[in-house]
Every structure is written in structure tokens, then in C-alpha cells.
């Protein structure tokens, strides 16, 4: 019996024989995963070695969370999980990159390992490795390690993450695996809306479907000729894109491609024509992982893709990131401020300055009339006395009546003393005579005592001895070297 096996071969081990035990083996029958399992004790760990503004919101480490359930059903050998955010298989890619790919997958007793990754030059790398490991017939052990090194256009991130959960058997027992052909199953197409006499064709539709795709995915459109009901006709359109070549109505999207990026198909049939874009909308490392680990709950799936996770989602928790643009986007609003500030003062200069002229101007015009009418001013002598006050015309350097050199006229004349022994003139601050020592007194009582009347013009009768030139009587020294004047002969 099978059960005596195992003994026997104790037995002939202890005696150093050598006992197969591949029949005994085969005696197990083997354990059934089928069924429905719910999901616990999600563990999240992060290890973020660089990180910067463009990476999106910073994943931290974090431990609960994750709740719901799934169902396992068996396909030859492997798992396939079917009820989350999407199916996964035991022998596929759980991370939700399309540019991931299987690079490698072994499976024994109990036991799935796989690993994918991006291409070695993809500016997004991610390679991770997807281990379930079943601890007893009850209990699936997941967990996942994975390597990001992400080099965007001005931050460079890297992180390990590992995720782990267990799945505990909530219904049904284990039992003989059922034997069947590997399953080859493939989803069947949607089948176009037939009517039985449908009309003339009206309209071109696109098939609803995702028009937000990632960089590297691969996407199929259908264009469909229909009636005014909806109903499909025979006639098949032609499908065609001026952004990319298509392959039976699929492309894939350049793994290159930008966020924002458009890609147009457009389809024709007769005279009916329909256009379709689908955007390039690349989620960061954190909404990949809040995708990944959303609620199991079915349905989650159409909440998960394509909308951007909340901070906090399914237990991963995230820092958001710093904007690097905004104290850049300060500076900026300041110049611009600062710049219209002195543009507005330079404005208000600008102003008052050409007012300014247009004033000056209008004065100059005035005074311009007014002279017409009134007639020239009297205008003064260009030389005077600065001690006695005569005034001179050009020509002469000195005062033919103190020797005092001669000043241009001023609104207000200096007053002056003169020396009463040779009568010269000199300044105000001046007190003695330099020629004769005599104490100098102010012109006012110089006249007073002499009584002289400069202005007179009578007889000639002085002549200079070094320029011969001729003055009158009153006068004292030459007018033009200040010597001093003799009588003539």
C-alpha cells in the first residue's frame, strides 16, 4: 500500500540501501488552487536612492491595506488570477509598464518565478521579479522586487521596491486537479450589432475604447460602418494614420514618445469619413504602483487605468514632490514687476520732461513778443570800477582814476577803499597801502573829501609816459597799463 512505502524506505536508508521514492510520490494526489482566495497582509518597502521634482510624488514604505479578493483558476500548470485591477498569470508580467517584458519564468512544485524588464536603453527602466509561492494548499505567498531607474529630462530616479501579500483560501477544499487540454482559450472578437435587413450606411464610428495611451503600448481601433439605427453594414472601411504605420488597424506607440504626443487614425468608407486621436499620458513610478496595488474589488480595474492615484491609495503612501519650476516661476513674476516699475517711472519722466520743454518754450515765445514790443533793454556797460564804480567800455584794463583793474559788471558792484596819499583803489579787505603804507580808506570818504567828478569828459591834459595816451585832468593813472599820468607840456 502506498502508505507502507515511506517506511520501508526508512528502514532500507538506515541500512545504507537505496529506495525509490518517485512512486510514493505519484501516490499524492495533487493539490487544486482553484477557487476563490482573498488578499492580506500587504507589505510595502522602499528604497529610493534618487529623486527629483520630475519624478512625480515620492513612494514611501508602508504595511496594511490592499483588502479584496480574487479567483484562481489552473491552466496546466500555472496560476491565473482573475477579480483585481486586472488577470494576472503566474507566467506573466505583473507590472503595469507596457514596455516590460518577460525575460525569463521557471515553475516547480508549489513554486512560479518570473522576471521582465525594459529594454536596456529605455529611458524608463524597470525590471522586476513576480515570485507566488504556495506555503500549504490554503496559503499563496506573493512577492514582488523591483529596480527603477528612470532618467527623465532633468531628474534621475531610482528606486528598489518590494511588494509581498499573502492570498488565503476563503471557499472550497482542496482536491484532484481536473484533467484537461492546456488551455489555449482565446478571448473572442466583439461581435459587430447585426440587424436583419439594415439600411444604407450613414455614419463611420470608432469602437469606444482607451484614447489615453503610455509610451510603448501597443493599441488596436476598429472603425465600423453603421445605419442611422447603429446597425452594422458589409461594408469595411479603410483605416489609416498620417503619425504612424498601422498594421491591421493596431500601432504600437514609440517608447520615445512624449507626454502630450497625439497620435490621428482616420477611416474611410465612400463618402463617410471619421477621425480618432489617442494621447500619450505616461504615468510616474507611484501611479504605476497605486495601480498595481489597488482595491481587488472587481471593477477597480476601470477606476485604476488612466486616472492618476490620490497620494494615498490601497495602502502605498506618497510625498508629493516640489514643483522645481515655481521659485524659478517667482523669480520670473518678480523681473517682470520690477521691469514694469521702472518702465512706469521712466514713463512719468518722460512726461514731465517733454512738459517741462513745452513750458520752457512757451516762456521763450513770450519773452520773444514782449521784446518785440516793449523794445531792447538798456543794456549795462561791460566794465567797472570795483572801488570807485565807474563803468568803462571794453577796451580798458584799469580805472584811470584809482588804478583799480577793471571787472565785468555785476547786479551788485563791490565797494572798495583807496589809499589817500596816491590814490589807488583797492579791495574791501585790504587795509593798508602796499605802496606808501597808508591806511586805506572806503571810496565813499576818498570822494568826499576830494570831491572829484569822474564822469566829466573836459580838456585832455594828462598824458601816460608808456603809451603816450592822452586823459583828462581828474584822471590819476592810464587806463590801459596803469601808470601813473603826467602832466603835458
Same mark, same amino acid.
Given at each position: 500500500?502506498?502508505?507502507?512505502?515511506?517506511?520501508?524506505?526508512?528502514?532500507?536508508?538506515?541500512?545504507?540501501? *537505496?529506495?525509490?521514492?518517485?512512486?510514493?510520490?505519484?501516490?499524492?494526489?495533487?493539490?487544486?488552487?482553484?477557487?476563490? *482566495?482573498?488578499?492580506?497582509?500587504?507589505?510595502?518597502?522602499?528604497?529610493?536612492?534618487? *529623486?527629483?521634482?520630475?519624478?512625480?510624488?515620492?513612494?514611501?514604505?508602508?504595511?496594511?491595506?490592499?483588502?479584496?479578493?480574487?479567483?484562481?483558476?489552473?491552466?496546466?500548470?500555472?496560476?491565473?488570477?482573475?477579480?483585481?485591477?486586472?488577470?494576472?498569470?503566474?507566467?506573466?508580467? *505583473?507590472?503595469?509598464?507596457?514596455?516590460?517584458?518577460?525575460?525569463?519564468?521557471?515553475?516547480?512544485?508549489?513554486?512560479?518565478?518570473?522576471?521582465?524588464?525594459?529594454?536596456?536603453?529605455?529611458?524608463?527602466?524597470?525590471?522586476?521579479?513576480?515570485?507566488?509561492?504556495?506555503?500549504?494548499?490554503?496559503?499563496?505567498?506573493?512577492?514582488?522586487?523591483?529596480?527603477?531607474?528612470?532618467?527623465?529630462?532633468?531628474?534621475?530616479?531610482?528606486?528598489?521596491?518590494?511588494?509581498?501579500?499573502?492570498?488565503?483560501?476563503?471557499?472550497?477544499?482542496?482536491?484532484?486537479?481536473?484533467?484537461?487540454?492546456?488551455?489555449?482559450?482565446?478571448?473572442?472578437?466583439?461581435?459587430?450589432?447585426?440587424?436583419?435587413?439594415?439600411?444604407?450606411?450613414?455614419?463611420?464610428?470608432?469602437?469606444?475604447?482607451?484614447?489615453?495611451?503610455?509610451?510603448?503600448?501597443?493599441?488596436?481601433?476598429?472603425?465600423?460602418?453603421?445605419? %442611422?439605427?447603429?446597425?452594422?453594414?458589409?461594408?469595411?472601411?479603410?483605416?489609416?494614420?498620417?503619425?504612424?504605420a498601422l498594421a491591421g488597424g493596431c500601432f504600437d506607440i514609440p517608447a520615445s514618445a512624449r507626454d502630450g504626443q497625439r497620435f490621428r487614425v482616420r477611416a474611410a468608407a465612400g463618402e463617410l469619413h471619421a477621425e480618432t486621436t489617442v494621447t500619450v499620458q505616461s504615468p510616474d513610478i507611484t501611479s504605476y504602483l497605486a495601480a498595481r496595488i489597488g482595491s481587488d474589488e472587481p471593477g477597480a480595474a476601470d477606476n485604476a487605468v488612466g486616472a492618476p492615484p490620490a497620494p494615498q491609495a490601497g495602502g502605498l503612501t506618497a510625498e508629493p514632490a516640489s514643483k522645481a519650476g515655481e521659485p524659478i516661476l517667482w523669480l520670473v513674476l518678480v523681473i517682470a514687476a520690477v521691469a514694469l516699475l521702472i518702465l512706469g517711472v521712466a514713463a512719468v519722466l518722460f512726461r514731465n520732461q517733454r512738459r517741462l520743454a513745452a513750458r520752457r518754450q512757451a516762456n521763450r515765445a513770450r519773452a520773444d513778443v514782449g521784446s518785440q514790443v516793449v523794445g531792447p533793454a538798456p543794456t549795462r556797460p561791460a566794465l567797472v570800477c570795483p572801488t570807485c564804480h565807474?563803468?568803462?567800455?571794453?577796451?580798458?584794463?584799469?580805472?584811470?582814476?584809482?588804478?583799480?583793474?577793471?571787472?565785468?559788471?555785476?547786479?551788485?558792484?563791490?565797494?572798495?577803499?583807496?589809499?589817500?596819499?596816491?590814490?589807488?583803489?583797492?579791495?574791501?579787505?585790504?587795509?593798508?597801502?602796499?605802496?606808501?603804507?597808508?591806511?586805506?580808506?572806503?571810496?565813499?570818504?576818498?570822494?568826499?573829501?576830494?570831491?572829484?567828478?569822474?564822469?566829466?569828459?573836459?580838456?585832455?591834459?594828462?598824458?601816460?609816459?608808456?603809451?603816450?595816451?592822452?586823459?583828462?585832468?581828474? %584822471?590819476?593813472?592810464?587806463?590801459?597799463?596803469?601808470?601813473?599820468?603826467?602832466?603835458?607840456?
Amino acid at each position: 500500500m502506498a502508505y507502507r512505502r515511506p517506511a520501508i524506505c526508512l528502514l532500507l536508508a538506515a541500512g545504507g540501501a *537505496w529506495c525509490p521514492l518517485e512512486g510514493w510520490a505519484q501516490d499524492a494526489p495533487p493539490v487544486s488552487y482553484e477557487g476563490g *482566495w482573498a488578499r492580506t497582509g500587504q507589505s510595502i518597502q522602499v528604497n529610493v536612492s534618487s *529623486w527629483g521634482a520630475d519624478c512625480g510624488p515620492r513612494p514611501q514604505s508602508s504595511s496594511g491595506g490592499g483588502g479584496g479578493r480574487v479567483t484562481i483558476r489552473q491552466a496546466d500548470r500555472e496560476l491565473v488570477l482573475a477579480g483585481g485591477v486586472r488577470t494576472e498569470r503566474s507566467d506573466g508580467c *505583473w507590472s503595469m509598464n507596457p514596455r516590460v517584458r518577460r525575460v525569463s519564468h521557471s515553475q516547480s512544485e508549489g513554486r512560479w518565478r518570473t522576471t521582465c524588464r525594459t529594454a536596456a536603453d529605455d529611458p524608463k527602466f524597470e525590471e522586476g521579479t513576480y515570485t507566488l509561492r504556495a506555503t500549504s494548499p490554503d496559503t499563496i505567498v506573493y512577492r514582488e522586487t523591483s529596480r527603477y531607474d528612470w532618467r527623465l529630462d532633468g531628474d534621475h530616479c531610482e528606486a528598489s521596491i518590494v511588494l509581498s501579500w499573502s492570498y488565503s483560501r476563503v471557499s472550497g477544499s482542496p482536491g484532484p486537479v481536473p484533467v484537461a487540454e492546456p488551455d489555449h482559450e482565446s478571448p473572442p472578437p466583439a461581435a459587430p450589432v447585426r440587424c436583419a435587413s439594415p439600411g444604407d450606411p450613414a455614419r463611420l464610428v470608432f469602437d469606444a475604447g482607451r484614447r489615453r495611451a503610455e509610451a510603448g503600448e501597443r493599441i488596436c481601433l476598429r472603425a465600423r460602418v453603421v445605419d %442611422a439605427s447603429g446597425c452594422d453594414t458589409a461594408q469595411e472601411p479603410s483605416v489609416e494614420s498620417p503619425d504612424v504605420a498601422l498594421a491591421g488597424g493596431c500601432f504600437d506607440i514609440p517608447a520615445s514618445a512624449r507626454d502630450g504626443q497625439r497620435f490621428r487614425v482616420r477611416a474611410a468608407a465612400g463618402e463617410l469619413h471619421a477621425e480618432t486621436t489617442v494621447t500619450v499620458q505616461s504615468p510616474d513610478i507611484t501611479s504605476y504602483l497605486a495601480a498595481r496595488i489597488g482595491s481587488d474589488e472587481p471593477g477597480a480595474a476601470d477606476n485604476a487605468v488612466g486616472a492618476p492615484p490620490a497620494p494615498q491609495a490601497g495602502g502605498l503612501t506618497a510625498e508629493p514632490a516640489s514643483k522645481a519650476g515655481e521659485p524659478i516661476l517667482w523669480l520670473v513674476l518678480v523681473i517682470a514687476a520690477v521691469a514694469l516699475l521702472i518702465l512706469g517711472v521712466a514713463a512719468v519722466l518722460f512726461r514731465n520732461q517733454r512738459r517741462l520743454a513745452a513750458r520752457r518754450q512757451a516762456n521763450r515765445a513770450r519773452a520773444d513778443v514782449g521784446s518785440q514790443v516793449v523794445g531792447p533793454a538798456p543794456t549795462r556797460p561791460a566794465l567797472v570800477c570795483p572801488t570807485c564804480h565807474a563803468e568803462f567800455d571794453l577796451g580798458s584794463q584799469f580805472c584811470p582814476h584809482d588804478a583799480s583793474r577793471l571787472t565785468e559788471a555785476v547786479e551788485e558792484p563791490r565797494t572798495g577803499t583807496v589809499c589817500p596819499r596816491c590814490h589807488r583803489g583797492f579791495d574791501a579787505g585790504t587795509r593798508y597801502c602796499p605802496h606808501d603804507s597808508e591806511e586805506l580808506v572806503p571810496y565813499s570818504m576818498h570822494e568826499a573829501i576830494h570831491q572829484r567828478g569822474h564822469h566829466r569828459r573836459g580838456e585832455k591834459g594828462k598824458i601816460c609816459p608808456a603809451c603816450a595816451a592822452r586823459y583828462e585832468l581828474d %584822471a590819476t593813472f592810464c587806463g590801459k597799463d596803469g601808470s601813473e599820468l603826467v602832466l603835458v607840456n
